[in-house]
């Protein structure tokens, strides 16, 4: 990105007129230690912001040309004497060589933006142990979570949030500021103690998705054995034929359709099972169990790993017939119909249960791409949560149905033709259908009206059990106390 751009507000930039902090915090030299590539994104995020920059350095005449030119580049001593907010841009394994700084540094406070190369790589963070090795300056950690193309792109282009704690909360304040000015959203962690775990953050991948993957890898795994028993080593023990081609297309294009619909009847089962609990005891107040709890928090990965297998179906099913073996059998049945002089191979049902197979798959597949664009976080923050609530719940539920009628379109009549249970096993689409079938059956019958009511009650506070007190006049025109019961 060229210098003129990065000089550009930023979006969602704060204004600064009318906000005396923010003027006063835009102002203020800022000194950075470090002359890595952090340290010099570091410094141009700053400069384009407003701050005045002051940058130490070892060497600070072969550095120079690596900075902005309004940057000033000097001796860690120098740029530590003109400046009272330092950034700390350099690794752990360096901190001691600041020691000769200690008298200098007193007073000032340091942000550390240092990261590890292993999760709980030290027993204590490396604030800590930077606050250890200075005890006379206040520490504060913080923008370890952001990149360096981050601040260089800004913050438009990289997540927004900037992770601060710290054990003073006037030194916490101004960092604060500093990071608003800059275009990020400062999020208060807490004391120094929360350093170890914002840390960690960098190194973990993708933390949320482990679970849902292993979910998908697992269904995989269960639909790929099913059908390649049904497809392959079927035909090979009761026909002595050769059926192993179809193994890298035509097994894995009829796995990954199972594995999207099951994964996408598992987004919503999990909500089907809260309102039976809820239901059961009466309360949205008792806590829903650990398992289901971590179900409810992993719909989002889970949706969208069912959208990546349904799109993974479509491009397979566009490529069947580029496949050699098609056109083998293209030309085979077309031999075989010259040779028994068949004229008109024309079957209706046949034609028209995969119009509308093909149709229906389409439609469900748009919504599918609906329901994840609209969980990206810049298309789900533009919208209220009226319109988030309808397209995830209420079109999320509508793909289930249209998914479901892709599959009955496409078993049609097959579940009752005894050619299709090889081994005794039913075809794999009858299986799929338990989950989802379970859903919407369950989703009919909370829509009742005796039913819808009184889960909505629910879920507005009322308890199942309650006692509420209450205050009527007497005869004598005292006040006397009683109770009822809510279920009354």
């Given at each position: 990105?060229?210098?003129g751009d ?7 930039h704060?204004s ?6 923010m003027?006063?915090?835009a102002?203020r030299?800022?000194g ?11 410094a141009?995020?700053l400069v ?9 350095s ?5 550095k120079?040309?690596l900075?902005p ?12 004497k ?6 700390v ?5 360096h901190?001691s060589t600041l020691?000769?700084?200690?008298d200098v ?6 942000v550390?933006?240092?990261?590890n ?6 027993k204590?963070?490396?604030?800590e142990?930077?606050?250890s090795?200075f005890?006379?300056c ?18 438009r282009?990289?997540n ?12 916490k304040?101004?960092v604060?500021?500093i990071?608003q000015?800059m275009?990020?959203?400062?999020v ?5 103690s ?15 998705w482990k ?20 497809q392959?080593?079927?035909p ?7 059926k192993l ?10 796995t990954?359709p ?6 996408l ?7 089907v ?21 971590q ?6 990965q ?5 959208f ?12 069947l ?8 059998q293209?030309i085979e ?11 008109n191979?024309?079957v209706?049902e046949?034609?028209?249960r995969?119009?509308i197979?093909?149709?229906?798959g389409i439609?469900?597949l748009g ?21 988030f ?11 289930l149905?249209?998914s479901?009628?892709?599959t009955l379109?496409?078993g ?9 249970y ?8 009858t ?5 989802p079938c379970t859903v919407?059956l369950?989703?009919?019958?909370f ?8 889960l ?8 199942k059990?309650r ?13 006397s106390?009683?109770e ?5």
């Amino acid at each position: 990105m060229s210098r003129g751009d990065m000089a550009k507000p930023l979006l969602g930039h704060r204004s600064m007129e009318g906000d005396p902090s923010m003027t006063t915090a835009a102002g203020r030299t800022i000194g950075v230690l470090g002359s890595g590539d952090f340290a010099r994104s570091l410094a141009i995020r700053l400069v384009c912001s407003g701050f005045k920059v002051v940058v130490g350095s070892r060497n600070p005449k072969r550095k120079a040309g690596l900075f902005p030119s309004t940057a000033e580049v000097t001796f860690q001593a120098e740029a530590v004497k003109k400046t009272d907010v330092i950034f700390v841009a350099v690794f752990r394994e360096h901190y001691s060589t600041l020691c000769d700084l200690a008298d200098v540094l007193v007073g000032k406070i340091l942000v550390d933006v240092s990261n590890n190369t292993e999760i709980n790589h030290h027993k204590e963070s490396n604030a800590e142990y930077l606050a250890s090795l200075f005890p006379a300056c206040t520490v504060v950690k913080g923008f370890n979570v952001v990149s360096a193309w981050t601040l260089q792109s800004g913050a438009r282009d990289g997540n927004k949030q900037v992770l601060i704690c710290s054990n003073n909360q006037e030194a916490k304040r101004t960092v604060a500021e500093i990071a608003q000015v800059m275009g990020f959203t400062p999020v208060d962690m807490g004391c120094m103690s929360s350093a170890h775990e914002i840390e960690n953050i960098p190194l973990r991948l993708l933390p949320a998705w482990k679970i849902p993957i292993f979910l998908a890898l697992g269904l995989f795994l269960c639909f790929f054995t099913y059908n390649l028993i049904r497809q392959v080593i079927h035909p090979y023990i009761r026909e002595q034929k050769n059926k192993l081609y179809k193994i890298p297309i035509e097994v894995v294009n009829t796995t990954l359709p199972c594995v999207a619909y099951v994964m996408l009847s598992l987004v919503y089962l999990p909500g089907v099972l809260a309102a039976c609990l809820q239901l059961y005891y009466g309360t949205k107040y008792r806590r829903f169990p650990d398992w289901l709890d971590q179900w409810l928090q992993h719909r989002k990965q889970i949706g969208l790993l069912s959208f990546f297998c349904a799109a993974l179906h479509a491009v397979y099913s566009l490529c069947l017939p580029m496949r050699r073996s098609h056109r083998y059998q293209l030309i085979e049945t077309a031999v075989k119909q010259a040779v028994e002089k068949k004229m008109n191979i024309w079957v209706e049902e046949e034609v028209w249960r995969m119009e509308i197979y093909i149709s229906v798959g389409i439609i469900a597949l748009g919504l599918l791409s609906l329901l994840a664009i609209t969980s990206l976080p810049s298309i789900a923050n533009s919208l209220n949560w009226r319109e988030f609530s309808f397209i995830q719940s209420t079109l999320g539920f509508i793909a289930l149905v249209i998914s479901t009628l892709h599959t009955l379109t496409y078993g049609w009549s097959r579940a009752f033709d005894e050619n299709q249970y090889k081994f005794y096993l039913p075809p794999t689409y009858t299986l799929t259908l338990l989950v989802p079938c379970t859903v919407i059956l369950a989703k009919v019958i909370f829509s009742l009206p005796c039913i819808q009511q009184r889960l909505l009650r629910i879920r507005r506070g009322w308890e199942k059990g309650r006692y509420v007190k209450f205050v009527l006049p007497s005869a004598t025109g005292e006040y006397s106390s009683g109770e009822t019961s809510s279920n009354v």
